[in-house]
């Protein structure tokens, strides 16, 4: 059974940072890309980084880039996403996902989810 469990929200200072981590399990960490994406209440849920299955990271758009960082550590199927210099805009559920293939922004290409993690800056 694929699993996604995110970990590492909370509420945190503008300016601050966080480290969101997304563990997988039930399938074989490199044939499956994975993706954070984020959403802010009331908007769509729009992607901010990819993992390939070759180990490259993607970002999803231009304003993705410079603040958000994402690393694995593939002994521990284990996906990061380091958010620094936070801004009440990034007020989020922040979810992974997965899937075969290549990293795509399409949220309804991706079978697998997990429950998401709340990040909250306060200005």
């Known amino acids: 059974e694929v699993q996604l469990v995110e970990s590492g929200g909370g509420l945190v200072q503008a300016g601050g940072s966080l480290r969101l981590s997304c563990a997988a399990s039930?399938?074989?960490?490199?044939?499956?890309?994975i993706s954070w994406f984020r959403q802010a209440p009331g908007k769509e849920r729009e992607g901010v980084s990819c993992?390939?299955?070759?180990?490259?990271?993607?970002a999803y758009a231009d304003s993705m880039k410079g603040r958000f960082t994402l690393s694995s550590d593939s002994a521990k199927n284990t996906v990061y996403l380091q958010v620094n210099s936070l801004k009440p805009e990034d007020t989020a559920v922040y979810y992974c996902?997965?899937?075969?293939?290549?990293?795509?922004?399409?949220?309804?290409?991706?079978?697998?989810w997990g429950q998401g993690t709340q990040v909250t800056v306060s200005s």
């Open positions: 993992r390939s299955t070759s180990g490259l990271t993607i």
């Open positions: 996902a997965a899937r075969r293939n290549s990293c795509t922004g399409g949220t309804f290409l991706y079978p697998y």
């Open positions: 039930g399938f074989t960490f490199d044939d499956y890309v």
